[in-house]
C-alpha cells in the first residue's frame, strides 16, 4: 500500500509518522495552535474530498447500461427482434421479458454492492474539533486539511490521518481498520520509518474512535490520501466479473458466433439456389432463434433463487446470487485463525512458577494487576481474573494503588498497591522480552538473575510457545512507600516470578470441517496477526500442514512472482499485516485457484473485494458486509462446507441445462439447414420452429430442482468452454445422423406430403431433444441416475403436446397434419435408438474429455 507525506516531492517521500515534529509542523507549514481561518480555506480548495471518489461511479443509468454488456442479453434481444420479424408476438413478449428479468437482477444487485463504499464515505460525514485563529472550532470532517491540529477526546471519530502532538492517557480503538483486538494506545513521539501500519503508536488514522483521554493530532493525510481513503477508492473500482460470470459470457460469444455462421450460410446457399429471399431471411432467422437457449437466464435465475433460499435456511444469506456457482467452484478457502478455526475466547490455561509448575502466587500477582491496571479491558484481564476466581485466588484485600499504563513501546502495564499481606509492591505484566529485560532478580529480592537462568527461562518459555499458547511474563518489585507517583522509572530491577500461559483452543469441530473441506478439493488457508508458534500450533492441532509458514516479514521482501508460486504449497500466513491479505488474495488468483475469504473487519474489505468468493458474518462491520458475496449468520466453517455442496448442485443442474439444449439445438437447426438445400420446401416453418424450441425449454424449468449425483459435487466444479462446444458438436451431429436418416425415410421412401413431412420432422425433433435430456442430465447410466419428479412430469407433458398437437384444434394454426400410428411408431422408435446411441456415446466422450466424475479445470475462452 503506498505511504503518502503532504508536502514531500516524490524524489524526497518520507514516512511522516518517523519525522520530528517540529520538521512535520514546518513541512506542512504549521504550528501547534493549527491554521487560519483563511489558510484552511485556500487549502481546501485544491484537496480531493473523499465524496469525489464515488461522484459519477453508480449512476443508475450507467448501471442499467452495464447489464446490456452480457452477450446473452445480446443474443436475447437479437431474438426477440428476429421472433417480431417473423410475426410471432408471444415469443417476442416472453424473451423480452426474460431480458426485463434477468438485467433487473443484475441491475438490483450491482446497486446493492455499489453501497459497500458509500456506507465507507458515510463513516467519514463526522464533525471534527480543530484549532482556527488560535480557537477551539467544530467543524465538518470532510472540511478538516494537512495542517489542522485537531482535538480528540473519548468518543471522537478521527478525521484524517495525523501525528499526536500531545496527549494524555489516549487510547485509540482501530480495529475495524488494523483487526486488532483491543484499543491501543497513542502517545507522542516519532517511530522507526519501517513500523508497521498497526503498530505506528504516534499515528491515528481517519475512521478510529477515541475510547479514553486525550489529544491533540497534526492533521497529515486528509480524503483520498488517508489509509481509509484508499480503501474507499480501491472499493469504488468496479469489480471484475467472478468465475461463473465469465464463463456464461464466453458461452454467450460461442453462441454468436455460431448464430452468425449457420445464419449467414444458409442465407447465402439459398441465395446461391435462387430461392425466395424473404422466406430464406426468414428461414435463416428462424434458425438462428432456435439454436439459441433463451430460458437460459431464467432458468439460471430460478436455480440460484431456490439455492439462496436453501441457504438462507442453513444460516448463509446470499447477496449476489451469481456468487453461489462461484462457491461451488471455489478452490481455496482464506480464513483467519481467531473466531473461525479457534473458539475465539482467550483462556487462561495455566499459571507457572520460573520452574515450569503451577503457581497459586503467580495467579495471584496477575490478577491483582488485572483487577487494578485502570485501562481500557480487554479478554486477557478479564480471562485472569475469571481464572483466579475460579481457584479461589484471593485478590481483592488491597488498600490502594497507581498505574502505570500499557503502551507499546514497552509493551507491559504495572500496577503499584499497599496489600495487607505484601505490603507496597509494584506487580509488572507484559509481553515476556519487554519484562524479562527489566528483571534482575528470580524469584525473591534476594537471588540474581544470572546468565543461566535467564536462558532456562528463555527455554521455558519456548516450550510452551511451540505448543501454541501465548505467554505473558510477571515480575515484582517492592515498594518503599505509594506516595509518590508512579512512572516507567520504577520499572527497573524488578524480580521475574513467572509466566502466564493463555490458549484460544480450537472448536470442537474445525478438524472435522477441514477434512471435509479437503474431501471436496478446497485447501483451506490460515491468514492470521498472531505470532508464527500460535498459528503452527492451531494449525497441526486442526490438521493443516504446517511444513511452511509465510510471516508478514517475510511477504514485504517476497516479489509478487515468488509469493504466487510459494503462496500455493503454505497453508499458514503468521503476523500478517492487514493490508497484505488482499495481495495473499491476488497470489493465489494467479496461479488460476478460485479464491474464497472470509473477513468481517474494514481492513479486510479489500480482500472480500478482490476474492472470487467474499464470505462476512452478521456482526461485521457494515463495509466487510457489504462487500461480501455471503453473510454467515454464525462464523462456522460448517456453514462454508453447506455453502459449497449448494453451489455445486446449482452449477451441475445449470450444465445439464446447457449441455442438452445447445446439443439439441445445434443438431436440428444444422439438420433444417442442410435438409433445406435438397428439399423443394422447407423442413419446418418459421413458427413451428419457434413453437419446437419454446416447448423444448420447459421441461428445463423443472431442472432447478432435479437431483445430483454425489460424484457431480465431489471436486470443484468450474465453467469449461471447450468441453460445452466440443459436447454441442459430439452429440448435435448424433442427432444429425439421425435426423438425415428419418428425413431419407420420409422424403424418397415414403414421400409424405410437405405438411405431414414437417408434422413429423416437428414430432421427432421435440421428442429427441426430450430424450437428449434425460441421458445427458446424468454421467451415470440412464437407469441408474433418477431424475426429480417435476422433470418427468414436465417432460410427459411436453411429449403428449407433440403427439396429440396434429390431431388437435391447434393444428391448423401451424399447418400441422395427423399422422398415422405406424409413422408415430416409427417416430418413437427411431428416438428410443437415438437416446440409447447417445447413452453409448456419452460414456466415451466424458471419459476422453476427463469429466467422468464432473467439471474441474477451468474456464478458456
Same mark, same amino acid.
Given at each position: 500500500?503506498?505511504?503518502?507525506?503532504?508536502?514531500?516531492?516524490?524524489?524526497?517521500?518520507?514516512?511522516?509518522?518517523?519525522?520530528?515534529?517540529?520538521?512535520?509542523?514546518?513541512?506542512?507549514?504549521?504550528?501547534?495552535?493549527?491554521?487560519?481561518?483563511?489558510?484552511?480555506?485556500?487549502?481546501?480548495?485544491?484537496?480531493?474530498?473523499?465524496?469525489?471518489?464515488?461522484?459519477?461511479?453508480?449512476?443508475?443509468?450507467?448501471?442499467?447500461?452495464?447489464?446490456?454488456?452480457?452477450?446473452?442479453?445480446?443474443?436475447?434481444?437479437?431474438?426477440?427482434?428476429?421472433?417480431?420479424?417473423?410475426?410471432?408476438?408471444?415469443?417476442?413478449?416472453?424473451?423480452?421479458?426474460?431480458?426485463?428479468?434477468?438485467?433487473?437482477?443484475?441491475?438490483?444487485?450491482?446497486?446493492?454492492? *455499489?453501497?459497500?463504499?458509500?456506507?465507507?464515505?458515510?463513516?467519514?460525514?463526522?464533525?471534527? +474539533? $480543530?484549532?482556527?485563529?488560535?480557537?477551539?472550532?467544530?467543524?465538518?470532517?470532510?472540511?478538516?486539511?494537512?495542517?489542522?491540529?485537531?482535538?480528540?477526546?473519548?468518543?471522537?471519530?478521527?478525521?484524517?490521518?495525523?501525528?499526536?502532538?500531545?496527549?494524555?492517557?489516549?487510547?485509540?480503538?482501530?480495529?475495524?481498520?488494523?483487526?486488532?483486538?483491543?484499543?491501543?494506545?497513542?502517545?507522542?513521539?516519532?517511530?522507526?520509518?519501517?513500523?508497521?501500519?498497526?503498530?505506528?503508536?504516534?499515528?491515528?488514522?481517519?475512521?478510529?474512535?477515541? !475510547?479514553?483521554?486525550?489529544?491533540?493530532?497534526?492533521?497529515?493525510?486528509?480524503?483520498?490520501?488517508?489509509?481509509?481513503?484508499?480503501?474507499?477508492?480501491?472499493?469504488?473500482?468496479?469489480?471484475?466479473?467472478?468465475?461463473?460470470?465469465?464463463?456464461?459470457?464466453?458461452?454467450?460469444?460461442?453462441?454468436?458466433?455460431? +448464430?452468425?455462421?449457420?445464419?449467414?450460410?444458409?442465407?447465402?446457399?439459398?441465395?446461391?439456389?435462387?430461392?425466395?429471399?424473404?422466406?430464406?431471411?426468414?428461414?435463416?432467422?428462424?434458425?438462428?432463434?432456435?439454436?439459441?437457449?433463451?430460458?437460459?437466464?431464467?432458468?439460471?435465475?430460478?436455480?440460484?433463487?431456490?439455492?439462496?433460499?436453501?441457504?438462507?435456511?442453513?444460516?448463509?444469506?446470499?447477496?449476489?446470487?451469481?456468487?453461489?456457482?462461484?462457491?461451488?467452484?471455489?478452490?481455496?478457502?482464506?480464513?483467519?485463525?481467531?473466531?473461525?478455526?479457534?473458539?475465539?475466547?482467550?483462556?487462561?490455561?495455566?499459571?507457572?512458577?520460573?520452574?515450569?509448575? %503451577?503457581?497459586?502466587?503467580?495467579?495471584?500477582?496477575?490478577?491483582?494487576?488485572?483487577? #487494578?491496571?485502570?485501562? $481500557?479491558?480487554?479478554?486477557?484481564?478479564?480471562?485472569?481474573?475469571?481464572?483466579?476466581?475460579?481457584?479461589?485466588?484471593? @485478590?481483592?484485600?488491597?488498600?490502594?494503588?497507581?498505574?502505570?499504563?500499557?503502551?507499546?513501546?514497552?509493551?507491559?502495564?504495572?500496577?503499584?498497591?499497599?496489600?495487607?499481606?505484601?505490603?507496597?509492591?509494584?506487580?509488572?505484566?507484559?509481553?515476556?522480552?519487554?519484562?524479562?529485560?527489566?528483571?534482575?532478580?528470580?524469584?525473591?529480592?534476594?537471588?540474581?538473575?544470572?546468565?543461566?537462568?535467564?536462558?532456562?527461562?528463555?527455554?521455558?518459555?519456548?516450550?510452551?510457545?511451540?505448543?501454541?499458547?501465548?505467554?505473558?511474563?510477571?515480575?515484582?518489585?517492592?515498594?518503599?512507600?505509594?506516595?509518590?507517583?508512579?512512572?516507567?522509572?520504577? !520499572?527497573?530491577?524488578?524480580?521475574?516470578?513467572?509466566?502466564?500461559?493463555?490458549?484460544?483452543?480450537?472448536?470442537?469441530?474445525?478438524?472435522?470441517?477441514?477434512?471435509?473441506?479437503?474431501?471436496?478439493?478446497?485447501?483451506?488457508?490460515?491468514?492470521?496477526?498472531?505470532?508464527?508458534?500460535?498459528?503452527?500450533?492451531?494449525?497441526?492441532? $486442526?490438521?493443516?500442514?504446517?511444513?511452511?509458514?509465510?510471516?508478514?516479514?517475510?511477504?514485504?521482501?517476497?516479489?509478487?512472482?515468488?509469493?504466487?508460486?510459494?503462496?500455493?504449497?503454505?497453508?499458514?500466513?503468521?503476523?500478517?499485516?492487514?493490508?497484505?491479505?488482499?495481495?495473499?488474495?491476488?497470489?493465489?488468483?494467479?496461479?488460476?485457484?478460485?479464491?474464497?475469504?472470509?473477513?468481517?473487519?474494514?481492513?479486510?474489505?479489500?480482500?472480500?473485494?478482490?476474492?472470487?468468493?467474499?464470505? %462476512?458474518?452478521?456482526?461485521?462491520?457494515?463495509?466487510?458486509?457489504?462487500?461480501?458475496?455471503?453473510? #454467515?449468520?454464525?462464523?462456522?466453517?460448517?456453514?462454508?462446507?453447506?455453502?459449497?455442496?449448494?453451489?455445486?448442485?446449482?452449477?451441475?443442474?445449470?450444465?445439464?441445462?446447457?449441455?442438452?439444449?445447445?446439443?439439441?439445438?445445434?443438431?436440428? +437447426?444444422?439438420?433444417?439447414?442442410?435438409?433445406?438445400?435438397? #428439399?423443394?420446401?422447407?423442413?419446418?416453418?418459421?413458427?413451428?420452429?419457434?413453437?419446437?424450441?419454446?416447448?423444448?425449454?420447459?421441461?428445463?424449468?423443472?431442472?432447478?430442482?432435479?437431483?445430483?449425483?454425489?460424484?457431480?459435487?465431489?471436486?470443484?466444479?468450474?465453467?469449461?468452454?471447450?468441453?460445452?462446444?466440443?459436447?454441442?458438436?459430439?452429440?448435435?451431429?448424433?442427432?444429425?445422423?439421425?435426423?438425415?436418416?428419418?428425413?431419407?425415410?420420409?422424403?424418397?421412401?415414403?414421400?409424405?406430403?410437405?405438411?405431414?413431412?414437417?408434422?413429423?420432422?416437428?414430432?421427432?425433433?421435440?421428442?429427441?431433444?426430450?430424450?437428449?435430456?434425460?441421458?445427458?442430465?446424468?454421467?451415470?447410466?440412464?437407469?441408474?441416475?433418477?431424475?426429480?419428479?417435476?422433470? $418427468?412430469?414436465?417432460?410427459?407433458?411436453?411429449?403428449?403436446?407433440?403427439?396429440?398437437?396434429?390431431? *388437435?384444434?391447434?393444428?391448423?394454426?401451424?399447418?400441422?397434419?395427423?399422422?398415422?400410428?405406424?409413422?408415430? #411408431?416409427?417416430?418413437?422408435?427411431?428416438?428410443?435408438?437415438?437416446?440409447? %446411441?447417445?447413452?453409448?456415446?456419452?460414456?466415451?466422450? @466424458?471419459?476422453?474429455?476427463?469429466?467422468?466424475?464432473?467439471?474441474?479445470?477451468?474456464?478458456?475462452?
Amino acid at each position: 500500500m503506498r505511504e503518502w507525506a503532504v508536502g514531500l516531492t516524490p524524489n524526497r517521500a518520507e514516512a511522516y509518522w518517523a519525522l520530528e515534529q517540529q520538521t512535520l509542523l514546518a513541512q506542512l507549514r504549521s504550528g501547534r495552535t493549527g491554521l487560519t481561518e483563511r489558510e484552511a480555506r485556500r487549502r481546501l480548495a485544491s484537496r480531493s474530498e473523499l465524496s469525489e471518489i464515488f461522484e459519477g461511479r453508480h449512476a443508475w443509468l450507467l448501471l442499467i447500461g452495464r447489464q446490456f454488456k452480457n452477450p446473452l442479453v445480446v443474443i436475447l434481444l437479437l431474438v426477440s427482434v428476429c421472433s417480431m420479424l417473423l410475426s410471432d408476438w408471444v415469443e417476442a413478449a416472453v424473451v423480452l421479458g426474460i431480458v426485463l428479468m434477468s438485467t433487473s437482477l443484475g441491475f438490483s444487485q450491482e446497486f446493492i454492492a *455499489s453501497r459497500a463504499f458509500e456506507r465507507l464515505a458515510r463513516r467519514a460525514m463526522i464533525t471534527a +474539533m $480543530v484549532l482556527r485563529d488560535h480557537r477551539p472550532r467544530r467543524i465538518a470532517a470532510h472540511r478538516v486539511v494537512p495542517g489542522d491540529v485537531v482535538l480528540l477526546e473519548p468518543g471522537s471519530r478521527v478525521p484524517a490521518d495525523g501525528v499526536v502532538l500531545s496527549n494524555q492517557e489516549f487510547f485509540v480503538n482501530q480495529s475495524a481498520l488494523t483487526g486488532e483486538a483491543f484499543a491501543v494506545t497513542k502517545r507522542a513521539g516519532p517511530v522507526s520509518a519501517s513500523t508497521a501500519l498497526g503498530q505506528r503508536s504516534n499515528v491515528v488514522f481517519m475512521g478510529s474512535s477515541v !475510547e479514553s483521554g486525550t489529544a491533540q493530532v497534526l492533521a497529515v493525510s486528509t480524503g483520498r490520501e488517508t489509509v481509509f481513503g484508499r480503501i474507499v477508492e480501491q472499493l469504488a473500482e468496479q469489480a471484475g466479473p467472478n468465475e461463473f460470470e465469465r464463463g456464461i459470457s464466453a458461452f454467450g460469444r460461442l453462441l454468436m458466433q455460431t +448464430m452468425l455462421m449457420i445464419t449467414l450460410t444458409v442465407l447465402a446457399i439459398h441465395v446461391v439456389l435462387d430461392r425466395p429471399a424473404v422466406e430464406a431471411l426468414m428461414f435463416a432467422l428462424a434458425l438462428a432463434v432456435g439454436l439459441t437457449p433463451e430460458l437460459l437466464p431464467a432458468i439460471i435465475s430460478v436455480m440460484l433463487a431456490r439455492g439462496a433460499h436453501r441457504l438462507a435456511d442453513q444460516g448463509v444469506i446470499v447477496r449476489k446470487l451469481n456468487a453461489i456457482e462461484s462457491l461451488g467452484g471455489m478452490t481455496v478457502m482464506c480464513t483467519d485463525k481467531t473466531g473461525t478455526l479457534t473458539s475465539g475466547q482467550v483462556i487462561l490455561e495455566i499459571a507457572i512458577d520460573t520452574q515450569g509448575q %503451577s503457581s497459586a502466587e503467580v495467579l495471584r500477582f496477575s490478577a491483582l494487576n488485572a483487577a #487494578l491496571q485502570g485501562g $481500557v479491558k480487554n479478554p486477557i484481564d478479564d480471562a485472569i481474573v475469571t481464572k483466579a476466581k475460579a481457584l479461589d485466588i484471593p @485478590f481483592q484485600s488491597i488498600i490502594g494503588h497507581q498505574t502505570v499504563p500499557f503502551d507499546y513501546s514497552r509493551k507491559c502495564v504495572s500496577v503499584g498497591l499497599l496489600d495487607s499481606t505484601l505490603g507496597p509492591i509494584l506487580i509488572t505484566k507484559g509481553a515476556f522480552g519487554q519484562v524479562l529485560d527489566r528483571c534482575v532478580f528470580l524469584d525473591h529480592p534476594d537471588k540474581q538473575l544470572t546468565t543461566a537462568a535467564r536462558a532456562s527461562l528463555l527455554g521455558l518459555h519456548d516450550a510452551w510457545a511451540q505448543k501454541g499458547y501465548r505467554i505473558l511474563a510477571v515480575a515484582t518489585r517492592r515498594l518503599t512507600t505509594l506516595t509518590e507517583k508512579l512512572s516507567t522509572q520504577d !520499572e527497573q530491577e524488578l524480580c521475574f516470578v513467572g509466566l502466564l500461559c493463555f490458549i484460544d483452543p480450537p472448536k470442537h469441530d474445525t478438524a472435522d470441517m477441514v477434512r471435509a473441506l479437503a474431501e471436496r478439493g478446497v485447501q483451506l488457508k490460515m491468514i492470521t496477526g498472531d505470532d508464527r508458534q500460535a498459528a503452527l500450533h492451531t494449525a497441526r492441532s $486442526v490438521g493443516l500442514s504446517a511444513e511452511t509458514v509465510i510471516t508478514g516479514g517475510m511477504l514485504i521482501s517476497m516479489s509478487d512472482q515468488e509469493l504466487t508460486h510459494a503462496a500455493v504449497s503454505t497453508s499458514v500466513f503468521a503476523e500478517v499485516d492487514p493490508s497484505q491479505k488482499e495481495r495473499i488474495v491476488r497470489a493465489l488468483q494467479r496461479s488460476d485457484e478460485v479464491v474464497g475469504f472470509l473477513g468481517d473487519g474494514v481492513n479486510d474489505a479489500l480482500a472480500l473485494h478482490t476474492a472470487d468468493v467474499g464470505l %462476512s458474518v452478521h456482526n461485521a462491520v457494515d463495509v466487510a458486509r457489504e462487500a461480501s458475496d455471503f453473510v #454467515l449468520l454464525r462464523k462456522e466453517l460448517r456453514l462454508i462446507c453447506d455453502g459449497i455442496d449448494e453451489g455445486r448442485r446449482t452449477f451441475a443442474n445449470t450444465m445439464k441445462y446447457i449441455l442438452s439444449t445447445t446439443s439439441a439445438n445445434f443438431g436440428n +437447426m444444422v439438420s433444417m439447414g442442410l435438409i433445406s438445400l435438397v #428439399l423443394p420446401f422447407l423442413p419446418l416453418l418459421p413458427a413451428q420452429i419457434l413453437l419446437n424450441n419454446f416447448l423444448s425449454d420447459i421441461p428445463s424449468a423443472a431442472l432447478s430442482g432435479d437431483l445430483v449425483e454425489r460424484e457431480s459435487a465431489i471436486v470443484p466444479q468450474r465453467f469449461e468452454l471447450p468441453m460445452i462446444r466440443n459436447a454441442m458438436i459430439f452429440f448435435g451431429l448424433i442427432s444429425v445422423i439421425f435426423d438425415l436418416a428419418l428425413f431419407g425415410l420420409l422424403f424418397w421412401v415414403i414421400e409424405l406430403t410437405p405438411e405431414v413431412f414437417r408434422t413429423a420432422w416437428f414430432v421427432e425433433s421435440l421428442l429427441t431433444e426430450l430424450a437428449v435430456l434425460f441421458v445427458i442430465r446424468s454421467r451415470a447410466a440412464l437407469w441408474k441416475s433418477r431424475p426429480s419428479a417435476g422433470l $418427468v412430469i414436465a417432460s410427459i407433458v411436453v411429449a403428449a403436446i407433440a403427439l396429440l398437437l396434429p390431431v *388437435s384444434p391447434l393444428a391448423g394454426l401451424f399447418e400441422f397434419q395427423h399422422l398415422p400410428a405406424w409413422l408415430t #411408431l416409427i417416430i418413437i422408435g427411431i428416438t428410443l435408438l437415438y437416446a440409447a %446411441s447417445v447413452e453409448v456415446a456419452k460414456r466415451w466422450f @466424458f471419459r476422453k474429455s476427463g469429466h467422468a466424475r464432473g467439471f474441474s479445470v477451468s474456464c478458456v475462452d
